[in-house]
């Protein structure tokens, strides 16, 4: 694997650091005019999610990581593993509860999902931004109640819950953002 | 260059048409300031034979080349114009200051472009103290670093670093070091700075008080340990600090002033240790400059001299956060 120097660590890069792959997210350079060069950088941990700040001096080195991400449709789910397929290749990649993690509550099968990959095996899970699932259980709503203030926990069929207006009803299919689990709209069928 | 996957080229300078006008006005200000107090302006070669030692400066260098003579010459953009400015002075020209680029490899950041404005300037007879009034007046008050009101702030280094750190940098073991950076969860600090005090001073320093300086007008921050005397003068009533000042303002340093050592054969042992630490950490060793060292020896006026980084100070000025804001075309624009 290739090495960095500091002055390549760029937004995104993906490194090596205590033995664990880390995507560089800020990096700074800091030095007085009459003393030693160095650069401060903050990384985030891709087994754990964990941000890190570290100071290293100005020309010292990391591994880089061989971490790509790349777009698969979610299959199904055999109890312990969760697998996925390149669609175009047809290669399919098993991940453990681990890498899954939190995207476990938006996966329905067929949605394509980006897959991270570390050494060729899924390190991380990242849902479609929206997703469109179906309630299977929230109370009733209250007749003419269209304004959607306030609103009431609906279950999705993943296990999901997110808070819906008063006038979405049990069976409907709705829209949501995952990045912050948050009901968008309605889907018409 | 060609146009890579169809994206427009980004030919427009990084900075606004506010900041030409800004830097314009900054510069016509500062010569009719030192032309009120009768500090001449003067030029000196951006390219030169010689270069400056410090371990912890990187410089370009290029080829001088006649055609038909095999014999290059290997001539060095200037990290600052200090040596010949200080020739200038040798030679008796009274107080100067100049305005002028200076380049240092592999400096890039928000807060570092390799090629930048220096403003550098030289009181013949002046101390450390009218140096500091002067700076106030230049940037304080000319060119309104200080809002009306605000105060300037003079703390010694040690006293700044007691303030912010909670321990005295001269006295202290390295392991009081190691104990602090433990105490504010540093995990980096050990493996960097080892045994090395100047080095954790330098770290604590920049990581911890630095951001805290000038939050309030501009910080002069006096009485630098002689370990980190550069080309200043050990004082004489206590050798453990040098005549060296920095000037900061909203936690950047803006600038680096100094008591100026005038002895030939202090400057000569502090090149060949300079050398010593570059040959040690494997960077490539300029040769000495003879003529400043004959400059120094012919006999150097007693005075104060202090270099001033006009790109940040232009960014302080108009309250932004990059060089690339307040340079025309910075490194990836260049």
Same mark, same amino acid.
């Given at each position: 694997?290739?090495?960095?120097?500091?002055?390549?660590?760029?937004?995104?890069?993906?490194?090596?650091?205590?033995?664990?792959?880390?995507?560089?997210?800020?990096?700074?350079?800091?030095?007085?005019?009459?003393?030693?060069?160095?650069?401060?950088?903050?990384?985030?941990?891709?087994?754990?999610?964990?941000?890190?700040?570290?100071?290293?001096?100005?020309?010292?080195?990391?591994?880089?990581?061989?971490?790509?991400?790349?777009?698969?449709?979610?299959?199904?789910?055999?109890?312990?593993?969760?697998?996925?397929?390149?669609?175009?290749?047809?290669?399919?990649?098993?991940?453990?509860?681990?890498?899954?993690?939190?995207?476990?509550?938006?996966?329905?099968?067929?949605?394509?999902?980006?897959?991270?990959?570390?050494?060729?095996?899924?390190?991380?899970?990242?849902?479609?931004?929206?997703?469109?699932?179906?309630?299977?259980? @929230? /109370?009733?709503? !209250? +007749?003419? #109640? $269209?304004?959607? *203030?306030?609103?009431?926990?609906?279950?999705? %069929?993943?296990?999901?819950?997110?808070?819906?207006?008063?006038?979405?009803? @049990? /069976?409907?299919? !709705? +829209?949501? #953002? $995952?990045?912050? *689990?948050?009901?968008?709209?309605?889907?018409? %069928? | 260059?060609?146009?890579?996957?169809?994206?427009?080229?980004?030919?427009?300078?990084?900075?606004?048409?506010?900041?030409?006008?800004?830097?314009?006005?900054?510069?016509?200000?500062?010569?009719?300031?030192?032309?009120?107090?009768?500090?001449?302006?003067?030029?000196?070669?951006?390219?030169?034979?010689?270069?400056?030692?410090?371990?912890?400066?990187?410089?370009?260098?290029?080829?001088?080349?006649?055609?038909?003579?095999?014999?290059?010459?290997?001539?060095?953009?200037?990290?600052?114009?200090?040596?010949?400015?200080?020739?200038?002075?040798?030679?008796?020209?009274?107080?100067?200051?100049?305005?002028?680029?200076?380049?240092?490899?592999?400096?890039?950041?928000?807060?570092?472009?390799?090629?930048?404005?220096?403003?550098?300037?030289?009181?013949?007879?002046?101390?450390?103290?009218?140096?500091?009034?002067?700076?106030?007046?230049?940037?304080?008050?000319?060119?309104?670093?200080?809002?009306?009101?605000?105060?300037?702030?003079?703390?010694?280094?040690?006293?700044?670093?007691?303030?912010?750190?909670?321990?005295?940098?001269?006295?202290?073991?390295?392991?009081?070091?190691?104990?602090?950076?433990?105490?504010?969860?540093?995990?980096?600090?050990?493996?960097?700075?080892?045994?090395?005090?100047?080095?954790?001073?330098?770290?604590?320093?920049?990581?911890?008080?630095?951001?805290?300086?000038?939050?309030?007008?501009?910080?002069?921050?006096?009485?630098?340990?002689?370990?980190?005397?550069?080309?200043?003068?050990?004082?004489?009533?206590?050798?453990?600090?040098?005549?060296?000042?920095?000037?900061?303002?909203?936690?950047?340093?803006?600038?680096?002033?100094?008591?100026?050592?005038?002895?030939?054969?202090?400057?000569?042992?502090?090149?060949?240790?300079?050398?010593?630490?570059?040959?040690?950490?494997?960077?490539?060793?300029?040769?000495?400059?003879?003529?400043?060292?004959?400059?120094?020896?012919?006999?150097?006026?007693?005075?104060?001299?202090?270099?001033?980084?006009?790109?940040?100070?232009?960014?302080?000025?108009?309250?932004?956060?990059?060089?690339?804001?307040?340079?025309?075309?910075?490194?990836?624009?260049?």
């Amino acid at each position: 694997m290739a090495i960095y120097s500091t002055n390549e660590f760029k937004g995104g890069l993906k490194v090596m650091f205590d033995g664990d792959p880390c995507s560089i997210i800020e990096n700074e350079f800091v030095k007085p005019g009459k003393g030693q060069a160095f650069n401060r950088v903050r990384l985030r941990n891709l087994k754990n999610g964990r941000v890190i700040e570290r100071t290293f001096k100005s020309g010292e080195t990391l591994e880089g990581a061989d971490v790509v991400d790349r777009d698969m449709q979610y299959l199904y789910n055999d109890g312990e593993f969760w697998h996925f397929m390149v669609v175009d290749t047809f290669e399919q990649y098993s991940a453990d509860s681990n890498a899954v993690s939190d995207a476990v509550k938006w996966l329905k099968e067929q949605d394509v999902c980006v897959v991270t990959l570390w050494n060729g095996v899924p390190l991380s899970v990242a849902p479609p931004n929206f997703v469109e699932l179906k309630i299977i259980e @929230t /109370d009733p709503g !209250i +007749r003419g #109640d $269209t304004s959607g *203030g306030g609103g009431k926990p609906a279950t999705l %069929e993943t296990g999901a819950v997110v808070r819906v207006p008063l006038f979405v009803q @049990t /069976d409907e299919v !709705i +829209r949501v #953002d $995952t990045r912050k *689990g948050e009901y968008v709209s309605r889907v018409k %069928e | 260059m060609s146009e890579s996957a169809g994206l427009p080229i980004d030919w427009r300078p990084g900075c606004s048409l506010a900041v030409l006008q800004k830097r314009a006005w900054m510069l016509a200000r500062i010569r009719s300031y030192f032309e009120r107090q009768r500090v001449m302006e003067v030029e000196t070669p951006t390219l030169c034979h010689t270069i400056g030692t410090d371990p912890n400066l990187d410089f370009f260098s290029t080829e001088l080349k006649f055609e038909g003579s095999s014999d290059d010459q290997i001539l060095y953009l200037q990290t600052s114009p200090e040596y010949s400015m200080k020739r200038l002075l040798a030679a008796g020209s009274g107080s100067i200051y100049q305005i002028c680029k200076a380049y240092r490899n592999g400096e890039f950041g928000r807060w570092h472009n390799p090629e930048f404005t220096i403003l550098e300037w030289y009181r013949v007879g002046y101390d450390l103290d009218l140096l500091i009034e002067d700076i106030n007046r230049l940037l304080g008050q000319a060119l309104g670093l200080s809002r009306p009101g605000q105060e300037s702030e003079r703390i010694s280094y040690r006293q700044a670093f007691i303030r912010h750190c909670g321990f005295d940098p001269l006295s202290a073991g390295i392991a009081e070091f190691i104990n602090y950076c433990e105490q504010v969860g540093d995990l980096s600090a050990l493996a960097l700075c080892g045994n090395d005090r100047r080095l954790w001073q330098e770290y604590l320093f920049g990581l911890r008080v630095q951001p805290h300086l000038g939050k309030t007008g501009l910080c002069f921050v006096t009485n630098y340990p002689a370990n980190q005397c550069a080309m200043a003068r050990i004082r004489a009533d206590d050798p453990r600090f040098a005549d060296r000042i920095e000037v900061f303002y909203g936690g950047v340093e803006l600038a680096n002033g100094f008591g100026e050592l005038n002895c030939e054969q202090e400057q000569r042992k502090r090149f060949q240790r300079d050398l010593k630490i570059r040959a040690e950490t494997g960077k490539t060793l300029p040769p000495i400059d003879e003529r400043f060292l004959a400059a120094l020896a012919a006999g150097f006026p007693d005075c104060s001299g202090v270099a001033v980084g006009l790109d940040r100070l232009l960014m302080l000025l108009m309250n932004l956060s990059s060089l690339d804001e307040v340079l025309t075309f910075s490194l990836p624009r260049a």
